[in-house]
């Protein structure tokens, strides 16, 4: 992806999921679908409003990757974006996915 205009892009190419999950932002709990990920991160549709805001630290749940730390990238219209902090075994988790269990969703087309 070209960088023109000197923003942040996205740095790795992102695949295809939904995967059940639950996200949690201090007392905040959210039920969500992680609808894309990638080696540093991922995006989350939201069952129900969250108000994490960009720079929130939070934990996602899920049942076939586990606990993953990251931090708010954006949130907007029901969907978040998180970034896979560094320093947690995240990444280490995210990459076992991959290897084991993966399989791209492919969008279904309605005639």
Known sequence: MSNNLGMDVRK????????????????????????????????????????????????????????????????YGGRIGIMFRPNSNSIAKVAAYFRNYHQEVRPVLRG
């Open 12 to 75: 790795s190419p992102r695949s295809r999921c939904r995967l059940d999950s639950k996200i949690h932002y201090f007392q905040q709990q959210a039920d969500a679908r992680v609808i894309n990920i990638s080696r540093t991160g991922l995006a989350l549709e939201l069952a129900t409003k969250l108000t994490a805001a960009a720079g929130s630290q939070v934990i996602i749940e899920n049942e076939d990757i586990g606990h993953l730390e990251g931090v708010v990238r954006w949130n």
